[in-house]
């Protein structure tokens, strides 16, 4: 098959002609939003934002699923209607032709598009001042939606192909994108994701059981003798390795992690293999398309109930979680039979534009209903009687979180392999009511990739054994050290985004000053670096008690406010000393002083306090360091609203 | 030439075309007949590769029609029910058919457009019914295909359009060699144009022939004799039908040899004339020929 000689440019160029309003709306609305939210992103109110692949994408999650069906009526919808189809296929060009050439246009107008998306993004990037977007995450933006794009398309192509009208063949494209990976989402995560449900843990000795296990009831006592471990466990969402466009909605819709591996290469792969194999096959089914079934859904009545029936699919799977959750009482089952009739009513209405099939059919609905429940509830019952594991299946922990300590983030994003800190974990840990101050947030990912939490309770003295323990763990030294410096592209202070100049200063000062160490930090100051690393935006959160580093930060916190400063007049601010409240007037003095006061440079190894400043929206948090302790003092005491009893001394470090 | 061998086409369980075989000479103006839903679109959509036949071959100067787009460049159809782009001028149609058949004559377009007082820049969606089957049938013949298909042709035109349609087609075949298949449910509107012509029933070619031959051969006399007479009076001419109303009898007559006016004249006739037959009755009586009834068909 010769695609060069079966590409009929004229008739594309034709094809595109007749529609070419819809298709210019379609096509120019993606760039243009994206440059509206780019700007939005650069001005000065939104500024705070790091880019990410996500952010730089919010348009393209709805124009996924339009664009590229759009298009893909656009140059084949022609099949939907007799006259059309009479005028099309009596023309001078092969079937084969069409498909090729439709299939090749409407892939170069979604590589085009997203080449001006991208291109777009480039520039912007470069000349808007707070844009600061890696060439790299552009790269990776514009084949993530490549490849998405293109392969919605060559699926809407197949669903054109088999289906005769514009509804059905949407029913079918949707079909083809999400049934198989919904329902498998739906098993592997809906079903079982039974919040602080009860689990039980087997452990392989009697060590792994708390010293204090056997303060509860007797169950779990018995339990406790069988080496069996009862734990209420959240269950979490398993990342996703489906096509990208499900990787979208099911992240969307079960919550899961697709958001931290967005640009997931398998996926990626998996998906530009399928939108090859789809191509090929919506090749040989329009080549044996039957012209004459247009107009209607389908003209066997029979594949029509099977479509209804499958489209179905999510519906029924929510309304089983539902009456799940109501414990399946007659008023929600009921409410939800109603639905589902309506439904079905309305999908014949719209596709067959009658509801006689619906007289007919109504017995295969009350047959395949509780058909469906059924198979639903015998899932729900294995899952259920198969989630209990063994310690050993445990092969990755992860600290999510911790009561007390100012420790490097770093730690708290790594799943590691410790089988010591996971006993210590297991032994050292209370059961019982948890404490605000004595806690630490567990993950636990098993072999086979399921993973829960679980909150433990424990001292703070624990608590530093633990991350001591796990900051011995090579992979976590390794992980902890391995700073990406050289694609550093955003820095924030607190909720302010340093401005380029400031930034990559502050960066070579972490580069030579900072410690790489999970050491708990008193005193320290807060720094958010963000890089573009293996596809992926990876968040270092900071703390440092670095007095050369501290300096610097206080620096461009201070020169950012006071740059900024002169945009807001006093009346759209608010000013306080933290743990102070003082009257309008003293907010006016610590205003001017701000203004006033020609030195940014602050000495952190010296006595300091800060002023805290906040635009009215407060999506603008500024803060204004100075080692003038005594001057901020007398403002405060001048103004102080006398009902607070704070003292001074606590608000400011030494 | 076109030649259908076994062809047979169902809409679900509705046979349409069943074991169809027929052949369309060369250079000729070939009038399909049938009743509504006796499958005449059909054949042509078939013939056209617009739908796929559940079997049989459709060859046009030898070569399969299946997908060849060689050959469609030597085709183009007019269906009964026509598509224009909704926004699309006579104009953008003829640059659709320009854009896609290589042999298309845009000053020829031009041309018959005046000829039928067509604005090409007016959008088609504003013509009338006529005017739009107008427009349908000057891009076709501005393909210079060498075959043509026109579906319910003449449907909707007035009946000056219609006569000048007729000689702008009969001259294209003449000039161009061209070899055209009309459908119509209406004989009469076929019998001027068409050279042969083909009556379509129950899936199949019932009859087919030649217009010149079927006229030349058959007549419609008026005829009275002194005296009594009866059919039998006229033994040795193939009389088809027989009817006498007082003394003046109308016999339709097939006459290969040409010898029946001989014949007649040695009766010594009061009245004799020979009247032409409306393609109509030639049907009729060779339906009846064949042991059909006409009116089933048409």
Redesign the interface.
Known sequence: MNLINLFNFNYLKQNLKKSKGALAVFIGIIPIINILILFMLNDNNHSNEVITLPVLSIINFLGIFILPIVISICLFGYVFKKRSVDFVNSMPISRKSIFITNTIGGIAILVLMNLINAIFIYILSNTLSNLTIPTGMIIDYFILWTVAYVFVFTVSNIAVSISGNMITSIAVSALILFLVPFTHAFISNALPLNHDSEYIIECNNKECVPDNYYGVGTTVRNLAKENKYTMYLNRKSSSYNYTLPSNFVIGFLFNGSSYYIFYNTTSIIKTFILSLIYIVIGYFLFLKRKMEVCETSFKNIMVHNIVKCLTMVPILSFVYLMLRESYFDFVSLLILLVIIVGYYFIYDLITRKGINYLKKNIFTLLFYIPLFMLLMKGFDTYLENNKNFSVDDIKYINIENVSKGNYNSRIFDIYFEDKEALNYLLTHTGYGTLSEDEYIKVNFRLKDNREYSYTFNVSPEDIEYMINLISKNSKVQEYINDIDYDNIYAVKLGNLKVEENYRNELIELCRKHLPNSIENVDNGLNIEMYSYTNHEVEKYYITTDNNIIKDKIMEIENKTLKEDIVNYPFNELYLYVSGYSIEREGELELYNYIKNNLDTNVDSSKDYMFIEVANYGKDKFYRYYTNDIDKINEIIDKYKIKEDAYTSEEYYYD | MIKIEGLSKA??KDKVLDNLNCEVKDNCIYGLVGANGAGKSTLL?LI?????PDSGHITIDGEEVN???YL??K???V?D?????P??TLMDTA??YE????NFDMVYLKELADLFHLDLNRKVSTFSKGMKRQCALICALATNAKYMFFDETFDGLDPVVRNTMKKVIAKQMEEKQTTIIMTSHNLRELEDICDNLGLLYKGGILFESDIDTLKTNMYKVQICLKGEYDKETFKGIEVLSYKKNGSVATLIIKDEDKTSKKKLEKLKPIILDYLPLTLEEIFIYEMEALGYEFNKFI
């Open positions: 809409y679900d959509r056209n590769n617009i739908f796929l997908d060849n787009e469609k460049q085709m183009v159809f269906p029910d026509l598509f224009f782009y926004s699309y640059k659709y854009a896609l058949y290589k």
